[in-house]
């Protein structure tokens, strides 16, 4: 443990000769102490941990009390050690750092896994808005975690932490700049939730590299030459893209890894930022640029103040490879973000970037949402994307996402500006409000008094904040009419029971269904969460005693019926239709759908692009607005056309992959065979649209599997 200190100690003072040795030595001894006898799950001392994560931050060059503060983040939450202690020995900065990541961890009840999830971040957000270093130690904690998570007994504990790296924290890293720490998370987090594929990717890249004789350092030579050919000084680093970046990229583009020529990256370091657009030119000069994949993130820098240049080129001995290039400084900002900022000789440059406007801006869709589920949704869609520069007629900058709309920018300006624009002109031309926004469009949003937000412009927004507002107003605005629908169903259930309805009367059992006023009562009840006939019962048991009353066991809005229907409703109010699922495109959740509705039958709900949809062109009035419910749906079919090589233990390495990854095979027809290969159709149960597409990208991975596409709609 002496040696520990000592090699912590002297890491931190390579960067920060001022360093007080005392304070640390005291903070290494005092969080020792404080976790004598505990043990991780590895078997080791728990001590060991928190210095790893010390060790990760000072890394990153960070200041004394953000090393102390990952030495001793878990001494207020494991140990007998209060705040208070805290404070009086290393000072109140490193107990409000301490205090902060510590309330992460103290989550109430909530009522569902996903609940404790959003909850924890929406926590994480208010702990890290006043002191972004509260994120820097969460991040290098859970990179810690995630090195040594193989250690840990439960796979179902194993699988819900590396989904929530991936989801929630690994983005964040991206968000604030941390690079390195973004892609050890992504990374380790993919070989847990997706063991096998990432087996597969990475011994596939094991082959290529032999197969293929790719020779990074000979790649490396070959650039330098060439940039240094034109004057400017450079270093060259190569590697092999992770298993993580492959598989993205599998996905995004829908294609096998062997259709991916671009497995390899390599960073250009120059001196100046004109040297990084000479050396462009030169490599520019020297190969065949790739199409499409120039991006210059030094003018327009990201977020996150990531600045380089990225290229694709045909290089040396015709491999497509991917190039960056950028200063030492751009680098240092690439790889540590905003740690990359700290300036130990002007504290008061510090203490600026503790606060980081986008996580000022995410706290402040706290307020107006409904519950911590629907903030957590909107807030990942947020951490994803790229971003545009607009302006208001003033000059003023708004910064979107990439592929963000003029509702998503009336959201920005303000949350009463989108709930009343009615229109809008782009550079001085009228266009639809679904028109995504380019870098330097000018915007002016047109406002009515009258407007109201649209159900259907959720399709289309990029942020959380526009989703957000559109599903508050769109949701207040559907209360009223499903209370008035409501009201009027259950005074009709009243009437043919020969009842007398009187409001009051109801209003006296409303608690019974957790209901403080009347009127959310009857929007439930017109929406079909709540069947009237439940209600009748509560004011007149006798009625139930009897059986009198009609039992719906019919589907209403898609509740009920049978279980390998997925949860669905009618947009507008509509219950007791029954809802059923077109065989011919087998629509999944996650996909965009519409509905069909047919007397006798109901509402037959199909892809948006099903081939038979063209049957009804000429009867508008037979399609219906529907939508997947979010609350659990059930497993749905999927349907596959797969080729196989004729092999013995083919079919069963099929069956194995999809058992592993969760699917359910329903049924198998075989539609062809010959000598090499058979062809079948495959059914099968999954959850959604994702779960379908991860699991034709691991059969595709797999040496038996030919081809696996998506059965078509006919």
Known sequence: MIEAADDLYHKIKAYNTAVDGDKLCRAFDFGRQAHDGQMRASGEPYFLHPIAVANILADMRLDLDTVITALLHDTVEDCDVTLETLQSQFGASVAQLVDGVTKLSRIGMQPSPNSMQAENFRKLLLAMSEDVRVLLVKLADRTHNMRTISFIPKDEKRQRIARETLEIYAPLAERIGVTHLQHDLENDAFAVLHSEMNQTISNRLEFLVQQSEIVIPMISVELQDVVEQAGIECSVNGRLKTAYSIWRKMQRKKVTMDQLSDIMAFRVLVPTKDDCYRALGSIHAH?????????????????????????????????????????????????????????????????????????????GILDEEAGADEFLENTKMDLYHDQVFCFTPRGDLIALPKGATAVDFAYAV?????????????????????????????????????????????????????????????????????SLIGKTILQKVFREYGKPFRSRSVEKIISVFNFHKLDDLYAHIGEGRIEPELVLEKLHPDLASSRKLAKTGNVRNGRGGDAGVPMLRIKGGYSGIAINIARCCHPLPGEPIVGI??????????????????????????WMDVAWEHEGPRRVLARLNTVLSNEPGSLAAVATIIGQQGGNISNIHLTDRNADFFSFELDLEVKDVEHMHTIMAVLQANNFVERVDRAQSS
């Not at 190969?287 to 996150?304: A, C, E, H, L, W």
């Not at 900002?333 to 986008?358: C, F, L, M, Q």
């Open 597 to 622: 509705f047919t007397t006798g039958k109901g509402v037959t709900v199909h892809r948006k692009d099903c081939g038979n949809l063209s049957n009804f062109s000429d009867a508008p009035e037979l």
């Open 287 to 363: 190969y065949p640029t790739v199409m499409g994949r120039f991006k210059d993130y030094i003018s327009t820098p990201k977020r996150n103040g990531y600045q380089s240049l990225h290229t694709g080129v045909i290089g040396p001995e015709n491999h497509k490879i991917e190039i960056q290039l950028r200063t030492p400084e751009m680098h240092e900002i690439a790889e540590n973000g905003v740690a990359a900022h700290w300036d130990y000789k002007n504290p008061e440059s510090s203490k600026r970037i503790t606060k980081v406007k986008w996580i000022q801006e995410l706290v």
């Open 414 to 482: 303000h949350s009463k500006v989108g709930e009343k624009c009615c229109g809008v002109r782009i550079n001085g031309k009228n266009r639809q409000l679904a028109t995504e926004l380019e870098n330097g469009d000018q915007i002016e949003i047109i406002t009515a008094t009258n407007a109201r937000p649209r159900p259907e412009w959720e399709s289309f927004v990029k942020t959380g904040r526009a989703r957000s507002g559109i599903r508050r107003s769109v949701r207040a605005e559907r209360m009223v009419e499903f």
